[in-house]
């Protein structure tokens, strides 16, 4: 049995690690306020450039469609867009993004196409870069940035249009996690290009209104494609930062709750050792006291 | 007869309200905008949005980037990258 010594410095040094975790938790909790109330603010922008892309959608004919929109005609190599946060605590959350990547790169490398990775944040890295050596084509840093805003979409966006202009690769799949609520987050794959075609709310639909277009409407989705998707990887982004937070508040409150069961059953074993020393002193004291 | 003119950007929706008339900068040439207009869509070059609240006052400017303009049964929906002031 350990030493009363020894179990007094354990329980201190549980002690210590749930304070750490009990801080850790609560400013996952702040943050996760303000992520949440940042990403509804990018709520009202994001469902306006929907309707007005699926409403342009119907309005195109297919063979004058941008690049962007009907894709390079293949379906031979694969990009991932893989989105993970830079700092972890936050239980399973990174791994559940990397997971859902890797089973779908695997999947599509088994239908004989070949896969690339392009990471935003750096806790994806090293899990990927072991399963696929040699893959990882790009990789957006985001260690100096404190919240997720719009000119990092614009820069990941442009960056993969320069690649998709230059014929790296023909379909890109992005990977986050999407945020339902505190306890529960999804890991998301979707494909962002070629862009998917919007799903048309029924109650948005065309007052069957005649619009006019200036210049017209190839020139306006020519323009708006790229501006769809730097909203949808902001989404992405926001979403991700929502979730991470939601998860860590989650796995820290989980981390304080064990450590504290953690104290409770050391400090009964150490006060069943103390209890123990003393009986024993005692018996010494009795017995040595009879023989006299 | 206000016209129901809103700005948004990603970031947040920066104004919903009603006003006399919008001053958009299209690419093909500035259009204003009252209410009853019909249906449009425009994709703004950057320059100056101007408001003007009631009949005769003196525009306020908004400057935005990247921007897109659509009028329809809901008014006037100005979407912009980024705006400044």
């Known amino acids: 049995m350990a030493s009363l010594k020894e179990l007094k410095g354990r329980i201190n040094s549980v002690k210590s690690t749930q304070k750490i975790t009990k801080a850790k938790q609560m400013v996952a909790a702040a943050k996760l ?30 063979d004058s469609a941008p690049l962007l929109l009907s894709g390079t005609g293949e379906d031979r190599r694969h990009l991932m867009v893989v989105a993970n946060s830079d700092k972890g605590l936050a239980g399973a959350f990174n791994s559940n993004i990397v997971r859902a990547a890797l089973s779908h790169a695997r999947r599509l490398e088994s239908e004989g196409k070949s896969v690339e990775f392009y990471l935003i944040g750096k806790k994806g890295r090293a899990p990927i870069k072991r399963a696929f050596p040699g893959q990882v084509k790009n990789e957006f840093d985001t ?47 979707q494909q962002i290009i070629p862009v998917p075609t919007p799903e048309l709310d029924p109650s948005v639909r065309d007052s069957g209104a005649v619009v006019d277009y200036e210049p017209d409407e190839e020139a306006i989705l020519e323009e708006l494609l790229p501006r769809y998707l730097k909203t949808q990887i902001f989404g992405a982004l926001l979403e991700n930062n929502a979730s991470e937070q939601g998860a860590s508040m989650t ?17 009964i074993q150490y006060n069943r050792s103390r209890q123990a020393a003393i009986t024993t002193e005692l018996i010494e004291i009795i017995a040595g006291a009879e023989a006299l | 007869m206000p016209l129901h003119f809103e700005l948004v950007t990603p970031a947040a929706l920066v104004r919903s309200e009603d006003v006399h008339m919008v001053i958009v900068p299209g690419v093909d040439g500035e259009f204003g905008v009252l209410e009853g207009h019909a249906p449009f869509m425009s994709t703004i070059r950057d320059g100056n949005v101007q408001i003007v609240r009631t009949p005769g006052a003196t525009p306020e400017n908004i400057a935005v980037r990247g921007g897109f303009a659509e009028v329809g049964d809901g008014g006037l929906n100005v979407l912009a990258e980024h705006v400044e002031g």
Not at chain 1, 251 to 267: E, F, K, Q, S, W
């Open chain 1, 33 to 62: 306020r303000k992520a949440q109330a940042a990403a509804e603010a990018a709520r009202p922008y994001a469902s306006r450039l929907a309707k007005v892309m699926a409403s342009l959608w119907s309005k195109v004919s297919g």
């Open chain 1, 143 to 189: 260690t100096e940035v404190r919240e997720p805003g719009y000119g990092e979409a614009e820069r990941i966006a442009s960056e993969l249009i320069d690649m998709f202009n230059a014929g790296k690769f023909d379909v890109a799949h992005l990977y986050f996690s999407t945020f339902k609520s505190a306890l529960t987050q999804e890991p998301t794959g």
């Open chain 1, 251 to 267: 796995a820290m409150d989980n981390a304080t709750r064990n450590a504290g069961d953690l104290i409770d059953d050391l400090t």
